[in-house]
């Protein structure tokens, strides 16, 4: 895996002990006040792990608390 990998101006970093691509953006809230991340951010992350599977590699991306998105490698 490459130490970081840049989609649409968005940089992730890998985690080698947790095995994911990790980056963090500004914190957003939905109608009901609940936490999401960025849209830009989410939609880089959807990105990467897209290119992850078109390499054979299982990743998916999920996304936290206080504006973390993980790209996930299973």
């Known amino acids: 895996m490459k130490a970081k990998e840049t ?39 959807q990105k990467l792990a897209k290119k992850l599977r078109s390499e054979g590699i299982k990743a998916d991306a999920t996304w936290s608390e206080k504006g973390w998105v993980e790209v996930c490698i299973n």
């Open 7 to 45: 989609i649409d101006g968005c940089t992730f970093e890998y985690n080698k002990e947790h095995r994911f691509y990790e980056a963090r953006g500004d914190v957003f809230y939905d109608e009901e006040h609940d936490e999401m991340p960025d849209p830009s951010l989410w939609l880089a992350a």
